[in-house]
């Protein structure tokens, strides 16, 4: 069975721009979540999409987005990029309810805002 | 939410037994332990996920006492290729947030 997988791997912005990273889930997965991952601040949760609608957000600004597709494919969007966001951002699917069942991560996308 | 801690780093030889502990002080009833596991350049591995008393599968043992304020991740004869990031996260079922602990970097040394 394929795995979870982010397009694209690697990015470099400028900033004040915006940025759109893809995430594939596995098969049969409907639960997608997003998260961030920086040296200062580690793992923070963005936000789940579950049936193509958000479920859960996390404490970020509405500079990020999401969506979710009727085949469970997700996108998250972030405008005007800051200097400060340049991160690994990964996405995790799983079958369910997120945390309740085991959340397969893919490998991230390595963002870098100049 | 809850406030998780977790050491920083460890360091074990091969084949000793590995316990990582996070603190979780103010976990909620509905909230879920899981522990997953990174590796330079790739994304988290699930590793073992309970909510009370004691899991075990293939990989890991996870210990969580009554009052559920820690938990304990258990590695049995560690070796070179478990040289990894070990994150701790507790799921908020009511909110549906997800906090992770900072990681503890696993050395573990020939």
């Known amino acids: 069975k394929a795995g979870v997988t982010q397009t694209p791997r690697y990015l470099i912005k400028t900033r004040g721009q915006q940025v759109t990273l893809s995430c594939s889930p596995i098969?049969?997965?409907?639960?997608v979540s997003w998260y961030q991952q920086t040296p200062g601040q580690g793992l923070q949760f963005l936000f789940e999409?579950?049936?193509?609608?958000?479920?859960n957000k996390g404490n970020f600004p509405g500079r990020f987005s999401g969506r979710q597709f009727s085949n469970s494919r997700s996108e998250m969007n972030v405008s005007t990029l800051e200097l400060g966001d340049s991160a690994l951002y990964l996405c995790a699917s799983s079958l369910a309810r997120q945390g309740i069942n085991e959340q397969y991560f893919g490998p991230g996308t390595r963002l870098t805002v100049t | 939410l809850a406030k998780i801690t977790q050491p920083i780093s460890m360091d074990s030889y091969e084949g000793q037994e590995v316990n990582i502990t996070c603190s979780h002080n103010n976990i909620a009833t509905n909230d879920y332990i899981t522990w997953y596991q990174q590796f330079p350049s790739q994304g988290p591995r699930f590793i073992i996920q309970?909510?009370?008393t004691k899991v075990t599968n293939e990989v890991a043992s996870l210990f969580i006492p009554a009052d559920r304020k820690s938990s304990t991740l258990s590695l049995p004869r560690v070796s070179l290729s478990d040289t990894a990031v070990y994150y701790c996260l507790v799921l908020n079922t009511n909110a549906g947030k997800s906090t992770f602990g900072d990681g503890t970097t696993l050395t573990v040394k020939p």
């Open positions: 098969s049969g997965h409907r639960s």
């Open positions: 309970g909510y009370k």
């Open positions: 999409y579950f049936s193509e609608t958000q479920r």
